[in-house]
């Protein structure tokens, strides 16, 4: 288009008409939203302190063994519920005390972050792919598609979590965290599909996306360079926050014993722990309030990042 | 450099008169029958003369239908919001658009750019039929045709930067340029509307409404196009910024012979750029011309009510000066007025408006006559009445 002999300085209006823009020594500094949001984050202590607080339990799941080296199934009698909690004697297994079974009940509740923390990952990524498909579709496309998806979303929202989860693991005789990974993703994708479908239907009528249009860019280009990163910020608000309460569900499911099998979790040492509520309390206070405290921090976060990406609260 | 510049808009006028003289107006479709995609694409490709028809519509229409029902949408009418539109675009003039809101200007603007299908009527981009091409031919003309958007705020994405932003084209159209030229011809680009190409890596947020419209305005010069469809490019701005960006895209149909059709409500600024003129109210054309036409002899009572609103700067002339305020609202466009579109508003309506459409076309009383009157105008009662000079 441009004469090949036009050097870029030959251009007669260049920099003259030009005002130059605030803070020319930094002119091929970029400043992404993305990382405006940063800088607002990073001046909010409650973002500071979900964040500490998630990377506490997230590096108790991945390396339980730096907190602690006792067996969390290691099991001995003579501490059956005698074992009250030391509470001067840090990282240590008698800790928080011991439960019914003799085990140290400050090891379990450490070891017991890793199935929470899978499962609110692997639930939390999988609705948001699932929901974040099924709502882009349903908003992009619109007509008869809309109208399907959207009562499809309708039909599952009339099915509690709890509920729908605890239905599909009766099926399974035999429970994994992947099990309750796949049945808490079939009931808990519908708010993403919704966020997503209102997020594309505001996006797709930009002018920027016209403009793409114009020049002539297909269906795949517009929704993954156009309107898919003007979605997220929304869509990642509401997957942290649902973070939290798949966390929960699954401590309930536990709980309520359709949920983990043999496996060390904090919903199922709440659920052991409930007959002995009066004798022992702290083995069931333990695993519970590190519970709160991960969803808390989640949800806690979720609302850090939303008012960081949301340019109308600054 | 000024005084070049005056030149050439000089230069600009006459020729404009000259093709608007000759077969005034409306001029004959040649069609070009492409038997294959090749063909077709060659044809859109080829050049075409200065001062030859670019771009001839005919009776262009598009309806939007009202439906009623949830389940089984029954049609209960439609918004007629371009209904029979016929002008020409001549290789490098500017035809400015002119109406008041809802009038069909920027629905003329989607039509154009294929954006919307048009419900009848034809769009001739040399003689092909662009309201019917698909695949590699519309991809052709999606390259000749671009457009320049109203608002530069919504216009960018903002996840973007604007090296990407004008950079896009080229991905899209990757025989515009090979891969490693592209970040050169993006910062060049940038250097002809006026920005600092050193600005690549920057997002859309990090500069004023000015400036980002000049980035709007290089995204569209990036495939070398032959036609700009600009759809009120500067009404978002601040005054001083507006005259800012016209006269960049003065300066750039001169230097890459572009032909623009510029959409606006500022009659001022439709005068400052344009050579032609049309006047739309309604979905129709009320008067087109030359911009001396239409400015200084208007014969469509529309447009002289349009013109007697244009602020004068000159106390003692505005003085004396009428003023036609029209009545009424603007009917609407799903159930418009019979005949005449304008007549529910107009002074000389008369039984004959109700009944007969006014056809767009030279008066007869000023038919064959050297007056700038004799111009088309969709007028049963056509006349001159000095509106600006009163």
Sequence with gaps: MLNPTQAPEAGPVSAAAEAPLPGGSEITKARSLGQDAWRELRSNPIFWVSAVLLVLFLLMAAVPSLFTSTDPGHADLRNHYLGKPEWGHFFQPDWFGYNGQGQSVYARTIYGARASVIIGFCVTLGVTLVGGVIGMFAGYFGGLLDTLLSRLTDIFFGIPLLLGGMVLLQAFTHRTIWTVVLALATFGWMPLARVMRGAVITQKQADFVTAARALGAGTTRILLRHILPNTLAPVIVVATIALGGFVSTEATLSYLGIGLQSTVSWGVDISDAQNVLRDAPHVLLVPASFLSLTVLSFILLGDAVRDAFDPKLR | ?390
């Excluded at chain 2, 154009?112 to 091409?133: C, H, N, P, R």
């Excluded at chain 2, 005259?243 to 005068?271: T, W």
Aim: a negative charge; aromatic letters at 6%; one cysteine or more.
């Design chain 2, 1 to 390: 450099m000024a005084e070049t510049e005056k030149d050439d808009k000089a230069v600009d006028v006459t020729k404009a008169t000259e093709a608007a003289a000759a077969p005034h107006g409306i001029t004959e479709v040649t069609t070009v029958d492409a038997a294959t995609e090749d063909e077709a694409v060659a044809a859109l490709d080829a050049e075409v003369g200065s001062g030859e028809p670019i771009l001839q519509v005919r009776n262009l229409v598009k309806h939007f239908p009202l439906t009623q029902g949830i389940l089984f949408k029954k049609q209960v009418g439609a918004v007629k919001a371009v209904d029979g539109i016929s002008f020409d675009l001549y290789q490098g003039e500017t035809l400015g658009i002119v109406g008041e809101s809802g009038c069909g200007k920027s629905t003329v603007a989607k039509l154009l750019m294929t954006l919307e299908s048009a419900t009848a009527g034809e769009v001739f981009y040399k003689g092909q039929d662009i309201t019917k091409l698909s695949g590699r031919a519309l991809r052709a003309v999606r390259r000749n045709i671009q457009m320049v958007f109203q608002d530069p705020y919504t216009s960018l994405n903002p996840r973007m930067t604007v090296g990407d932003i004008i950079g896009e084209p080229y991905e899209i159209h990757p025989e515009a340029a090979p891969k490693g030229d592209r970040r050169r011809k993006v910062q060049e680009l940038l250097d002809v509307v006026g920005l600092n190409p050193e600005y690549l890596n920057r997002y859309p947020h990090q500069f004023s409404g000015g400036q980002r419209q000049r980035i709007g305005i290089a995204r569209g010069l990036a495939l070398n196009p032959e036609i700009i469809i600009c759809d009120e490019p500067v009404s978002a701005l601040d005054v001083s910024v507006q005259a800012q960006v016209i006269n960049l895209m003065e300066k750039l149909q001169d230097e890459f012979n572009l032909s623009y059709i510029f959409i606006a409500h500022d009659l001022s600024i439709v005068r400052h750029i344009s050579d032609r003129v049309g006047v739309m109210y309604l979905g129709k054309m009320a008067e087109i011309g030359t911009d001396a036409e239409i400015y200084d002899h208007p014969t469509h009572p529309y447009t002289q009510a349009l013109l007697s609103a244009v602020p004068v700067p000159d106390p003692e002339a505005r003085e004396g000066r009428e003023r036609i305020i029209l009545t009424g609202d603007v009917p609407s466009p799903a159930n418009p007025p019979s005949g005449c579109r304008f007549r529910t508003r107009c002074w000389k309506a008369e039984d004959k408006c109700a009944k007969e459409v006014p056809l767009l076309a030279i008066p007869e009383r000023f038919a064959g006559t050297d007056s700038l009157a004799a111009h088309e105008s969709a007028c049963h009662f056509a006349e001159e009445k000095d509106v600006v000079h009163a």
